[in-house]
């Protein structure tokens, strides 16, 4: 059984900053990329960031690019996020997302939720104005 488990998040004010931490637990596997996605109240989970291990390249949603940044550990699959900047529309429920299957080297889709087969249960961000 693998576990993918966040944590970092809290309440901050606009501007503040948070790092999120998610860590695989379980069984041993490999892991091809890591992302996070996040859920507001009301909306669809939509992509925040992503880092691949072959390269170690990442990819951002334009709404947080320059504000958050993405780091991870690929031998213990581990992933982190930085946000810096924040807004009050960054509040949402942030999740850690694992491409253990090679989605990502099949489809290059590293934004899809579909790419992902593994998933944590959720970290709460609120930012407040």
């Known amino acids: 059984q693998v576990q993918l488990v966040e944590s970092g998040g809290g309440l901050v004010q606009a501007g503040g900053s948070l790092r999120l931490s998610c860590a695989a637990s379980g069984r041993t596997f490999s892991t091809h990329a890591m992302g996070w996605f996040r859920q507001a109240p009301g909306k669809e989970r939509e992509f925040v960031a992503a880092i691949s291990w072959s390269g170690g390249s990442t990819y951002y949603a334009d709404y947080v690019k320059g504000r958050f940044t993405i780091s991870g550990e690929s031998a213990k699959n581990a992933v982190y996020l930085q946000m810096n900047s924040l807004k009050p529309e960054d509040t949402a429920v942030y999740y850690c997302?694992?491409?253990?299957?090679?989605?990502?080297?099949?489809?290059?889709?590293?934004?899809?939720?579909?790419?992902?087969?593994?998933w944590g249960q959720g970290t709460q961000v609120t930012v407040s104005s």
């Open positions: 997302a694992a491409d253990s299957i090679g989605n990502t080297y099949l489809n290059g889709k590293y934004n899809l939720r579909s790419t992902y087969n593994y």
